[in-house]
């Protein structure tokens, strides 16, 4: 991702405590403090305290069970077929970055375009594929290197996860937490060793995506378990690329791994893990995703109003005004940009995302969020 640490910057790498038991520290690109403590970590945006706030399910766990994700790869173009009825397609390619399409029960051949998901030498798809059993890859010159993934993450065999008996959340915005959504770890490693190991660095903006997967989603808590796969594996990324995901019921979904002291997206020194959301801009950037595509749709009401409350906390965590325009400073090469606080994907990489309808709504979202 062009953003591998220096040996400078090796005291950001890996950071992890026995105890982990730091709360989150105020800093970033506008303001610096002292750290939070965890009781003010825990309070509300009403001023209560919520002790359940650090989502560490300290209230122990329940045992939940989650459709295991069935995978089928392929390589190369032509006719591929699954044992299983697929409920998405990834498909990565090196070359140009469009070109390639792909064909389904229907019949009818759809370009793959990126979507969120963008790499570089490449491109990058995720589609629905409707509980296909088959499909069809094709590509033109300039394309090679085709690898295809059929996803089922609905019926699949049961499989166990310890889920927090309490509702987990961060300073009153209730979330799913990894375990809650089925996140299976196992897929974070590769050879016997996590496949891209956490960085950490201050966070300095907020980036806004869509998924750009179907609209009326029966179960988006499948649809996080696609993505996860896709870009864990298909795109190799190690986990999933966002730090959060908002469904169209407002429903929070934890993203990146961490660590495990039950505090989302940071580490106890109040630093930011670096996620795969956004190509040249991903380190000090947090990632949040509506589920859904907001090209032609504007986000439901319920969606709209999480993501305000979710930027607001944790601006007000991290002494940052969402309505400020600052000098973001990539802190792994030094390159910089000029931009919002909260800003939309396409501010940063040349992609739709996160949708025209909510790009245009960013303005309202930053004032909202603002507002105290």
């Given amino acids: ?114 979507g969120c998901a963008t790499v570089e030498g490449g491109g990058t798809a995720l589609v629905a594929a409707a509980d296909a059993t088959a499909y069809q890859v094709k590509a033109p010159g300039g394309i090679d290197g085709v690898r295809s993934l059929a996803i089922d993450t609905t019926d699949g065999p049961g499989r166990t996860f310890q889920v927090p008996s309490e509702p987990t959340r961060v ?39 869509h998924t750009a997967t179907p609209n009326d989603d029966p179960d988006p808590a499948a649809t996080v378990r696609a993505i996860y796969e896709f870009h864990a594996i298909t795109n190799d990324w190690s986990d999933i690329g966002y730090h959060f995901l908002i469904d169209e019921a407002g429903n929070v979904y934890e993203g990146r791994y961490s660590g495990d002291d039950g505090i989302p997206a940071f580490d106890p020194d109040g630093d930011l893990v670096t996620g795969f959301h956004s190509v040249g801009y991903n380190s000090g950037a947090l990632g949040i995703a509506l589920i859904g595509n907001l090209d032609h749709q504007a986000p439901t009401d319920a969606a709209k109003a999480s993501l305000i409350r979710l930027i607001k906390v944790i601006s007000r965590f991290k002494g940052l005004d969402p309505e400020a325009r600052v000098t973001y400073t990539n802190p792994v090469n030094g390159t910089k940009k000029d931009t919002n606080t909260v800003g939309g994907h396409r501010d940063y990489f040349d992609t739709e995302c996160p949708g025209q309808i909510m790009y245009d709504l960013l303005g309202e979202v930053r004032a909202a969020a603002a507002r105290r």
Wanted: glycine share 12%; hydrophobic share 35%.
């Fill in 171 to 209: 300073r009153g915005v209730r979330y799913l937490s990894r375990p809650a959504w089925g996140a299976d770890e196992s897929k974070r490693y590769k050879d016997g060793k996590v496949n891209s190991p956490e960085t950490y660095y201050p966070l300095q903006i907020i980036t806004v995506h």
């Fill in 1 to 114: 991702m062009s953003e591998s640490p220096t040996p400078a910057q090796s005291s950001h790498r890996r950071k992890r405590s026995l105890s982990r038991r730091g709360m989150i520290a105020a800093g970033g690109a506008v303001a610096a403090g002292a750290a939070v403590t965890p009781m003010v970590f825990a309070s509300t945006d009403s001023g209560e305290t919520d002790n359940s706030a650090a989502g560490s399910g300290d209230s122990g766990t329940t045992p939940e069970k989650f459709p295991a994700t069935r995978t089928e790869a392929a390589t190369g173009t032509g006719e591929a077929t699954t044992a299983f009825a697929a409920s998405y397609v990834g498909v990565r390619w090196s070359g140009a970055k469009e070109g390639a399409a792909i064909r389904l029960a229907d019949g009818n051949w759809q370009n793959l375009t990126s």
